[in-house]
């Protein structure tokens, strides 16, 4: 069972409000990311971190913006939500053994911009 | 950029029927996942394949990583309703992050 939580799950906004969507982890994973997936669709990398003050732009172009200042938090800010923000974004954790790597992930957040 | 293509994109079969999902790449996997996701709901990790040739079992489910470590199948025995869901497979390629196949999105009819 992760232990990996994000809130809000839903939240439904208008255009032009500034936004954080939370995600803590309690596992002491070094690495953490935020997906974002439109419904039934994949998902698609768009910030990763690997550590504290580390904060890296995923594979997807995103106007948001991450901050990591302690290892279980990363939160999402969105300085003026858009309609085409609207999706589903999903916080993961990661840990390495080996050569095995696996990633978990909290249960995700619903974002609607009207 | 490595992608990952999973096959078929919808199955939808019969309680108590078996079947069998792909997921193959041009690329070689440091390490493969595979995932069920339920509409609303992150991701579930389910397994984690290392080695070529490697078979993982869980309940029903059975996973096998490709001998040259570029596909992978889940097979699940004698479905149920229980078991629909999105299934995704995801490869790490040894850079500390996932890439993600399109999808199976698998309903089973009671």
């Known amino acids: 069972e992760a232990d990996i939580y994000q809130t809000p799950r839903y939240l439904v906004i208008g255009t032009g409000k500034k936004i954080t969507l939370e995600c803590s982890q309690t596992?002491?994973?070094?690495?953490m990311y935020w997906y974002q997936q439109d419904p039934g669709m994949e998902l698609h990398l768009i910030h990763y971190?690997?550590?504290?003050?580390?904060?890296e732009k995923g594979d997807l172009s995103s106007e948001s913006t991450v901050s990591r200042i302690r290892t279980e938090h990363f939160p999402l800010t969105l300085e003026s939500a858009r309609p085409s923000h609207t999706s589903q974004y999903l916080c993961?954790?990661?840990?390495?053994?080996?050569?095995?790597?696996?990633?978990?992930f909290g249960p995700g957040t619903r974002l609607t911009v009207t | 950029t490595q992608l990952l293509e999973q096959s078929p994109q919808f199955l939808s079969i019969q309680e108590g029927e078996n079947l069998t999902v792909y997921c193959n790449s041009s690329?070689?996997?440091?390490?493969l996942q595979w995932y069920r996701q339920e509409p609303g709901e992150g991701p579930v990790l389910l397994v984690t394949?290392?080695?070529?040739?490697e078979v993982k079992k869980l309940k029903r489910l059975t996973f096998q990583f490709g001998d040259a470590r570029k596909d992978s199948s889940l097979h699940i025995t004698a479905a149920q309703p229980g078991d629909t869901g999105l299934y995704l497979c995801?490869?790490?390629?040894?850079?500390?992050?996932?890439?993600f196949g399109t999808g199976t999105r698998l309903t089973i009819i009671p």
């Open positions: 690329s070689v996997f440091s390490s």
């Open positions: 993961a954790s990661s840990k390495t053994s080996g050569s095995s790597f696996s990633q978990y």
């Open positions: 971190s690997y550590g504290v003050n580390s904060t």
């Open positions: 394949v290392v080695t070529g040739g």
């Open positions: 596992m002491g994973h070094d690495k």
């Open positions: 995801a490869g790490n390629f040894g850079n500390e992050k996932l890439t």
